[in-house]
């Protein structure tokens, strides 16, 4: 009995020590985000500082906002075209299907930098250079493949034969699409949503390359301003402390409250 | 006159395009240009002057290096974790578990940079000075640290994906825990841990971000060559990502071709 609980402790102890490493450096910087000065190692004493020169910072405001709308419109379009790509693949012939399976899977084991040398090269090469457009797509390309592999499975245990009742019954193939097969893929389309939303959010690769000169997301920006020295931006690093702590008690709320509903939903079906 | 009926195959043909324009062709171009010259003459130089260069290849070498120890020491870390968790009948695990997965959803850089200020307190201690310049020892702390989930997630699924009726019978046929491990868990968990190292050597053989950050940009990876010669020589710089492509073809060919990937970042929880 004793041995059992000495494993049990041992076991506990590990996961721990993994997982106080793992939050160390975000705890570090959540709690010198607060501090008066922009030294890590001293607390003089709580303040706001930082967080004032986030939101003062017309240049830190600007590439948050470009970092989530790049983010949404890359997503909504991966989320369309990866959509549609996956239920067309799932009724296609086994050879389309197998051809354009692989060629989807190619941005999503392919090492970023080569994905991201491929389309510059590509589109100086034609002449687009690089603009939002090349972005947006470039942001497609590693997104919408993430799209279709979680839609797929839904497609794959989905019940066929209500497609066919539909029509049966009347529905135009499209409106059977509509109304029948699209409720059955939603989760899988709402995920693959989500994951292009995070895909997009955390890129600098591709970014960095198709973007257009002068335009910042947050990657761009804290990259560059932690590798090159900090002697060309307006901000200083502090203010990235206060960030990090924003976005990470922001995703800590969102999975609180996403678990909380989906407990309350699991308790009203009782 | 009526339109031509509606098929369910159409709606890939978007998709299918995007693949061509975006994908496929950009693959095509990387080849064209690692085989010309400046010149766009058909050359062989880039290949030649790849392959003879020993400063190159120590680079690969020493970037090779650096995944394995970093995938190492994430399969040594995860392992564990997963086979305690999917073991578990602990009836909140699943929260555990995302507090591992929890940190992925933070901006990338913005984490490695929170790595990098931990590095710098820690140097800063008293006895702790060699943290200073331990760039190796700092670019594979963060790739662990970044890849880590990657590793945990298909372990856990493959582990809990294994029948309990398995361990009663072992139990029952009187073997012990190491019997029941060796003969049962470690063969059944093949595909988690195939899947776990795709998804971390690759990236940590290319993502040269952390070992800019952490590395006081003294550790060269493959990914950050290429990004190097993207300044003045694309045609160097896809002859190199020629090869890494090549690379990353045949480990995941050797690996068991395309893994589920949709169960690694985290969709599913």
Request: glycine share 6%; proline share 4%; aromatic share 12%.
């Amino acid at each position: 009995m004793n041995k059992q609980f000495a494993l049990k402790c041992c076991k506990a102890a590990f996961v721990g020590l993994a997982l106080l490493i793992l939050y160390a450096p975000i705890l570090l910087l959540a709690i010198y985000s607060f501090d008066k000065t922009n030294m890590i190692g001293k607390f003089e004493g709580f303040s706001l500082t930082h967080y004032a020169e986030l939101f003062r910072n017309s240049k830190v405001l600007g590439m948050i906002g470009n970092t989530f709308l790049l983010a949404f419109l890359a997503a909504i379009l991966s989320t369309l075209l990866g959509t549609l790509g996956a239920v067309g693949m799932y009724y296609s012939k086994k050879k389309a299907k197998m051809l354009i399976h692989g060629a989807s899977q190619i941005p999503v084991i392919n090492a970023e930098i080569v994905t991201a040398l491929s389309l510059t090269v590509t589109f100086v090469a034609i002449g687009l250079g690089r603009s939002y457009f090349t972005l947006l797509i470039g942001h497609m390309v590693i997104c919408t493949p993430f799209v279709v592999l979680s839609v797929m499975p839904k497609l794959k245990q989905m019940d066929n034969s209500l497609y066919e009742a539909a029509l049966d019954l009347g529905a135009s193939p499209l409106k059977a699409l509509v109304t029948v097969v699209l409720p059955q893929i939603i989760p899988g389309v709402i995920s693959g949503f989500m994951l292009a939303v995070t895909l997009s959010l955390d890129d600098y690769i591709v970014t960095m390359y198709t973007r257009p000169s002068g335009f910042e997301t947050i990657s761009t920006y804290v990259y560059n301003a932690t590798t090159k020295g900090n002697a060309h931006t307006a901000v200083t690093l502090s203010s990235f402390w206060a960030l990090t702590t924003i976005i990470f008690v922001v995703i800590v709320l969102i999975v609180l409250l996403s678990n909380l509903s989906s407990i309350r939903k699991k308790e009203a079906k009782r | 006159m009526r339109l031509p009926r509606f098929s369910r195959k159409t709606l890939c043909i978007p998709y299918a395009v995007f693949l061509v324009f975006f994908v496929i062709i950009p693959m095509l171009v990387i080849v064209l240009f690692a085989f010309t010259d400046k010149e766009y003459h058909i050359s062989f130089d880039n290949f030649i002057h790849f392959f003879s260069d020993p400063s190159k290849l120590s680079t690969i070498f020493y970037s090779i290096v650096i995944a394995l120890i970093t995938t190492v020491i994430c399969l040594l870390i995860a392992y564990p974790i997963a086979y305690i968790l999917a073991r578990s009948t602990m009836k909140k695990k699943y929260i555990i578990l995302m507090l591992f997965v929890l940190p992925m959803w933070i901006n990338f850089v913005l984490r490695v940079n929170a790595i990098r200020e931990l590095f710098n307190l820690l140097s800063a201690l008293p006895g702790m000075e060699w943290i200073e310049s331990a760039n190796y020892f700092k670019t594979v702390f963060g790739m662990v640290y970044d890849f880590l989930p990657f590793m945990i997630l298909p372990l856990y699924t493959t582990m809990l994906k294994i029948e309990k009726s398995l361990y009663e019978a072992s139990a029952d046929l009187g073997a012990g825990w190491s019997a029941t491990f060796f003969r049962i868990t470690l063969p059944l968990s093949v595909p988690g841990i195939m899947s776990g190292v795709t998804m971390v050597f690759l990236p940590s053989m290319t993502n040269y971000v952390v070992s800019d950050m952490l590395g006081n940009a003294k550790v060269t990876i493959i990914g950050k060559f290429i990004s190097d010669y993207f300044g003045n020589d694309w045609h160097m710089g896809s002859m190199i990502a020629l090869v890494l492509l090549i690379v990353v073809f045949l480990s995941t060919w050797l690996t068991g071709g395309f893994s589920s990937e949709e169960n690694v970042r985290g969709t599913n929880l």
